[in-house]
């Protein structure tokens, strides 16, 4: 599919896509003779694996080193030589993505505590606004 739907699907702007692009982060699996991108459903999947860790707080090199590791692990192949002068076997690579998921679920924790904060605060202005409009009207 081209960049358009992959945006729509995504909820991700082309700008945004093209720039995980630059950064190697999410590479298009091809491009047409006319040079659009074209991805694939694959393709789509890790930028949505992107679009969830962006708001947790992940850097784009702990995007990169997760979606590297979780390739690894779904590749048909051995893990103890990666072939690229990293360690790695599959209880490194099944130990980094529990990081990773250890530290989603703090952050997780941390936003409910921002937005129980946030929703009380709400309470107290909506109710703030309710009690003037109550003296206004009486």
Excluded: C, N, W
Aim: proline share 4%; net charge neutral; glycine share 10%.
């Amino acid at each position: 599919m081209q960049i358009g739907e992959v945006a729509a699907r995504t909820e991700l702007s082309l700008r945004t896509i093209r720039h995980y692009e630059e950064t190697g982060l999410v590479v298009p699996s091809a491009r047409s003779r006319g040079g659009f991108r074209l991805y694939t459903e694959r393709d789509v999947a890790r930028l949505m694996v992107v679009r969830r860790m962006k708001p947790l707080g992940f850097t784009l090199d702990q995007m990169r080193e997760l979606l590297d590791a979780t390739d690894r692990l779904d590749a048909d192949g051995p893990y103890d030589d990666p072939g690229d002068g990293t360690t790695g076997g599959r209880p490194a690579l099944l130990a980094l993505v529990r990081g990773y998921e250890r530290s989603a679920a703090e952050q997780v924790d941390r936003l409910r505590v921002q937005l129980a904060r946030a929703e009380e605060f709400a309470h107290d202005l909506r109710t703030r606004l309710d009690a003037q409009a109550g003296l206004a009207g009486g």
